[in-house]
């Protein structure tokens, strides 16, 4: 599991410029929050870091309060997807707020390493972690994920290169997860699944 970033961690991200979440810092904290995935690496000249959205949310978040001393130390601080599946998906106000400052920024992300600025369409940082990135467009769209007691959508790597899968029972809730993959710049094409059924293919669109 990964660790809340220490205090210096969170000064960095504090101090993160509030409209590129550009930071700064040495190279071995900058490398620390990118293996975090909490930053990446520009992948231009000059390389300047900036949040993901994951350092968005815990940016925004703000400082969390000293637990007591009989709690257990927190197991995990970073903002994860819902790929479907989960026992605890369920949809809840706090996990609304934090899909909607991911995906914000994403947004940041986009526009700071796609040419031209573009948003419509994702970024490298999104084809490296396919299954997360188009379950987060799924979740910021609200169409919900598969739970344990639930049905919703689940999303799976595929051998394919640059696509990914899209699983849901019911057709209605599949044409909701086309309709917001194709939103959120991603090509979609239906399938007949081998067992019965339907799926999607979805790949991150380039143009």
């Known amino acids: 599991m990964t660790r809340p970033p220490t205090a210096a961690q969170r000064r960095i991200i504090d101090a993160a410029d509030p409209g590129t979440g550009r930071i700064s810092g040495s190279a071995a904290q900058l490398t620390r929050l990118v ?3 909490l ?19 815990v940016r925004r978040a703000g400082p969390e309060p000293a637990p007591p001393e009989s709690s257990p130390p ?9 790929l479907g599946g989960e026992a605890d998906a369920v949809a809840s106000p706090v ?10 920024g994403l947004m940041e992300i986009r526009r700071m390493t796609n040419t031209g600025g573009s948003t419509d ?3 490298a940082w999104e084809r490296g972690r396919l299954p997360h990135a188009a379950a987060l ?16 959508y689940r999303v799976t790597a595929t051998p394919q290169p640059e696509a990914v899968a899209v699983h849901h029972p019911e057709p209605a809730g599949l044409a909701e997860c086309a309709a917001a993959l194709q939103r ?24």
């Open 74 to 82: 927190a197991s995990d601080g970073v903002f994860v997807a819902r």
């Open 39 to 57: 930053a990446f690496r520009h992948p231009r000249p000059p390389h300047d870091h900036f949040l993901t959205p994951a350092g968005h949310l």
């Open 121 to 123: 369409r994702p970024c």
């Open 35 to 37: 293996v975090l995935k």
């Open 184 to 207: 959120a710049g991603w090509q979609v094409s239906e399938h007949a699944a081998a067992r019965g059924g339907r799926y999607l293919l979805a790949s991150p669109r380039r143009a």
């Open 137 to 152: 467009a799924l979740e910021a769209a609200e169409c919900p994920p598969a739970s344990g007691t639930e049905p919703g």
């Open 95 to 104: 996990r609304a707020r934090e899909v909607r400052t991911a995906w914000q």
